[in-house]
């Protein structure tokens, strides 16, 4: 089975080499636990490691708020951009759905037509830079556009195949509404390949920082939760520590 390395210490462990490739991940977690973070850096390290351009659809933040955090832990996504290794999809204009909504040079519509062109503008803009690395942040701007069940399960359906015919390895960014180890599951985890999840749990008198892979469809995985810390270099996960 092909695979493709994160490039996040320790994660790639956890996966038992990395990703496999083509696959579409669900990363969930609470606000802050570092979603974004983990995202930039599987993009940089795609680029910057392994030769694989990248794509990264953002539906909550601006363009300039990306690159402004990436900064932080030096990477350098204009320089990427630049040299035509990433492409950042503005698609926070979701978020403000009204009659006619302009989305990367296309106008939308009403709510399906939004997907639609949401659709269109990552598979071109994977095209142009050839991206083997996909993240879309910020699931939930688009699942709060589909109140009825129904209609949310088959617009991310239609979404994540959509990704999986690119053969990219992707990533999807998606708040975790309860927390804890008797949590609500959400229904988008029944809806992709892979789900890892990342929370913060009270151990005795600590907050500690988890990471734990819910599932990985059709692969062996290491199912334990482990540590994670994110620091000035980014995400690093202890594979070989125990949590509990
Ligand atoms: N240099 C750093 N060292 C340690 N922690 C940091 C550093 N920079 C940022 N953080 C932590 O990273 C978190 C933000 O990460 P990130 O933006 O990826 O979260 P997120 O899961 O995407 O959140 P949201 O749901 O709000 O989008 C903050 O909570 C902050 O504590
Ligand atoms: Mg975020």
């Known amino acids: 089975m092909l695979k493709t390395s994160t490039g996040v210490p320790g994660l790639d462990d956890m996966f038992m080499g ?4 083509g696959r579409v991940v669900l990363l969930m977690g609470g606000p802050g636990s570092g979603k974004t973070i983990l995202s930039a850096q599987y993009l940089i390290n795609g680029i910057q490691k392994y030769k694989e351009n990248g794509v990264f659809v953002t539906l909550e933040e601006s363009p300039s708020h990306i690159r402004e955090e990436a900064s932080l832990f030096k ?4 320089k990427m951009e630049d040299s035509g290794k990433l492409k950042i999809v503005d698609a926070s204009p979701i978020r403000r759905n009204t009659d006619d909504q302009k989305l990367d040079k296309l106008l939308i519509g009403g709510r399906e037509f ?3 062109g949401l659709i269109d503008a990552i598979q071109r803009n ?9 993240v879309v942040d910020g699931m939930a701007a688009l699942i709060f556009q589909f109140p009825e069940e129904n209609k949310r399960r088959t617009a991310i359906l239609d979404l994540i195949d959509a990704l999986i015919s690119t053969e990219a390895t992707c990533l999807m ?4 509404k ?23 749990y009270k151990i005795g008198k600590v907050f500690s920082r988890i990471i734990q892979i819910e599932k990985m469809r059709r ?6 939760p482990r540590p994670y ?3 000035n270099d980014g995400i690093e996960v202890f594979p070989k520590e125990a949590v509990f």
Not at 173 to 176: D, I, R, S, Y
Not at 178 to 200: F, H, N, W
Not at 219 to 224: A, G, L, S
């Open 18 to 21: 990395g990703i496999p490739t």
């Open 75 to 78: 990477w350098d996504f204009q």
């Open 114 to 116: 939004s997907m639609v």
């Open 126 to 134: 994977m095209k142009e830079v050839g991206a083997k690395r996909l």
């Open 173 to 176: 960014t998606l708040e975790l």
């Open 178 to 200: 309860s927390a804890g180890l008797d949590r609500i599951l959400q229904p988008e985890e029944y809806l992709t390949d892979g789900v890892i999840l990342m929370q913060t």
């Open 219 to 224: 692969c062996e995985i290491d199912h334990q």
């Open 229 to 231: 810390r994110i620091t």
